[in-house]
């Protein structure tokens, strides 16, 4: 097994990697709504969800893939309500055959965050 790591995106906040590779299968790790350059998270739902997507692509191109790769995808919402928000933002990262997913809404997540996504992606 092989840690991936990029500085385009926060660091893990605990005894975790940002992303895995074993046998052509990454799994990356859930990603938050946090500026890796200053470590706060962003104030809106939506600021959020674009600071997750450019990690998650900053990780999978640190593992030469791309969201083309990406078999399954984990989404983690406290609010519902903006699941029409978060597909608009999500048709800017994924194009068809879109991969398979699901939208959980949570009491609450690390730091308070709004969203978390993690994924796998297989080479």
């Not at 990780?59 to 608009?88: C, H, Y």
Request: proline share 5%.
């Amino acid at each position: 097994m092989k840690s991936i790591f990029t500085q385009k995106a926060p660091a893990a906040i605990g005894p975790y990697s940002q992303a895995t590779l074993k046998n052509g299968m990454l799994f990356i790790s859930g990603q938050l709504g946090i500026n890796p350059e200053t470590g706060e998270l962003a104030k809106s739902f939506e600021e959020q969800a674009e600071l997750v997507f450019s990690h998650l692509k900053n990780i999978l191109a640190q593992a030469d893939m791309t969201f083309k790769n990406v078999v399954k995808v984990s989404v983690f919402v406290k609010d519902m309500g903006k699941f029409p928000i978060l597909n608009e933002i999500y048709k800017k990262y994924f194009t068809e055959p879109y991969s398979a997913r699901e939208v959980i809404e949570v009491r609450d997540l690390p730091k308070s965050g709004d969203v978390e996504i993690s994924l796998i992606a297989m080479q």
